[in-house]
């Protein structure tokens, strides 16, 4: 995917999750290449979300990276997931964008719970 496809993407899917209506194929996550083209990490309807390298220390655990909403209850998963995309997509008004290990630990207490 190039660089304009990518951060189209991007910017649709952050006015669908501010709207409230997000579609099953919208990219959440990506990560830049060597050659300048993006790959994507996670889409919304995947079980499975990875976090870009750029959001974690150097030497951080590629399963740190990694966002399993299987381990979610499925009466819970829908909101968890937009939960999820609303705060990696958008941030918390008035803060600096969160860094992985944030998006991370705030998952894991989400299941725990």
Same mark, same amino acid.
């Given at each position: =995917? @190039?660089?304009?496809? +990518?951060l &189209?993407?991007q910017?649709s899917? *952050? %006015? $669908?999750?501010?709207?409230?209506?997000i579609e099953? @194929? &919208?990219?959440?996550t990506?990560?830049r290449?060597e050659?300048?083209?993006?790959?994507?990490l996670?889409?919304?309807?995947? &079980?499975?979300?990875?976090?870009?390298?750029?959001l +974690?220390?150097? /030497?951080a *655990?590629?399963s740190d *990276?990694k966002?399993? +909403?299987?381990r979610?209850?499925?009466? +819970?998963?829908?909101a968890?997931?937009f939960? =999820?995309?609303? #705060?990696?997509?958008t941030?918390?008004e /008035?803060?600096n #964008? $969160?860094? /992985? /290990?944030? !998006?991370? %630990? !705030?998952f @894991? =207490?989400i299941?725990? !719970?």
């Amino acid at each position: =995917m @190039n660089e304009a496809t +990518f951060l &189209t993407e991007q910017i649709s899917a *952050k %006015q $669908a999750v501010e709207a409230g209506l997000i579609e099953p @194929n &919208t990219v959440i996550t990506g990560q830049r290449l060597e050659d300048g083209s993006y790959h994507v990490l996670g889409r919304y309807a995947d &079980t499975r979300w990875v976090l870009p390298d750029i959001l +974690f220390p150097a /030497g951080a *655990k590629e399963s740190d *990276k990694k966002l399993d +909403f299987s381990r979610v209850p499925q009466p +819970f998963r829908e909101a968890l997931r937009f939960a =999820m995309a609303r #705060h990696i997509l958008t941030g918390i008004e /008035g803060r600096n #964008h $969160a860094r /992985g /290990g944030t !998006f991370r %630990q !705030f998952f @894991n =207490m989400i299941v725990l !719970f």
